[in-house]
């Protein structure tokens, strides 16, 4: 709904999404992994590769959300949705539309 604001989460709930999302990252990974090995009789090559990258991205995000959460960054986001507007400069009125005189 567009006038309604959600409640905040806790730094827990934020701290749980954070792992839940590594886990997903992996596991993502690892089943397109097993569907190439099936699909093209690779062997357990591309299920490797591909927990391998799970756990690269997965680490990579659930790093960068930490370091945010820690910083208290994650706070401080705009929410989405809300549109940042840009500052207007009134002036005198004798510069064109797009700014120069």
Known sequence: MPGKRQP???DAARAYSLGFELACAV??????????????????WATLVCLFLGLIGGF????????R????????EPQPGAAARPEHDAGDGAGSADGRR
């Open 8 to 10: 905040q989460r806790g």
């Open 27 to 44: 596991a993502g990974f690892v089943l397109v992994g097993l569907w190439i090995d099936r699909h093209y009789s690779s062997g357990p």
């Open 60 to 67: 990579y995000n659930l790093i960068r959300g930490a370091s």
């Open 69 to 76: 959460l820690s910083s208290g960054k994650a706070e401080r």
